[in-house]
């Protein structure tokens, strides 16, 4: 038997060991103690919330929450953008930007790694000219978040996560637009212009998020350790 018929026919096996969801108060199987896959951990929803937002049991933050944080970051690196850790920062960045090689488009990027989809993500920022500093305002954000959450998601994956998506929307996707003419009714000399127009935007889940948000938080370290000093 090959290795997919293999992993198939155990997605579809109920393992009854995995009988609960992990997550406190979810009455549904793990994916494993079903016919729904090999998730020893979680259902399906919990499964599918983790791969999205970092954690099965915390979802994103949302732009109101991130509001207050926003503000506190944008002045400081406003009053400190000629402080040498930030422009280290500015520098990390700028070189993710030209290591990530040729502009691909959205609907270009299905096959490809989870490693190469991410650092396409850095060459559509840097084809959208998207601001370093917008970078490390994510990060710099999403760790005031967490620190003023009172009952906060405290792993660094969750906070990769939700860094990589904030930064992730800074250049959403590829959007196109087509005009051509097409008679106004069937054997018509007379035409009118049809507009197609094509909205692809890359999927904004699973490895590829864990990736880029690492890349993220390995070039704002520096930048962060100089604003947690202020603070402190």
């Not at 106004?184 to 692809?200: D, F, M």
């Amino acid at each position: 038997m090959s290795k997919g018929k293999d992993v198939a026919k155990r997605a579809k096996t109920e393992d009854h060991m995995y009988r609960y969801c992990r997550v406190i108060g979810c009455p549904h199987p793990a994916r494993a103690g079903s016919e729904n896959g090999l998730d020893r951990r979680f259902c399906r929803r919990h499964a599918d919330q983790y791969s999205r937002h970092g954690s099965p049991y915390k979802k994103s933050y949302t732009a109101t929450q991130l509001k207050p944080h926003r503000k506190v970051v944008r002045a400081w690196l406003k009053r400190n953008s000629d402080h040498v850790l930030v422009k280290n920062g500015v520098q990390r960045i700028e070189g993710l930007y030209s290591r990530s090689g040729t502009h691909t488009e959205a609907f270009r990027l299905a096959g490809m790694s989870p490693s190469e989809r991410a650092r396409k993500a850095w060459a559509r920022l840097r084809e959208s000219s998207v601001s370093p500093l917008k970078v490390i305002e994510a990060w710099l954000v999403i760790g005031l978040a967490i620190e003023a959450d009172p009952a906060p998601e405290e792993s660094v994956e969750f906070r990769r996560v939700q860094a990589a998506k904030l930064v992730h929307r800074l250049a959403s996707g590829t959007h196109k637009r087509w005009e051509r003419d097409v008679p106004v009714a069937r054997g018509s000399t007379t035409t009118q212009k049809h507009v197609t127009e094509l909205h692809k935007y890359p999927q904004s889940r699973g490895r590829v998020l864990r990736i880029f948000g690492e890349d993220i938080e390995e070039a704002c370290k520096l930048v962060e350790e100089a604003f947690l000093s202020v603070r402190n």
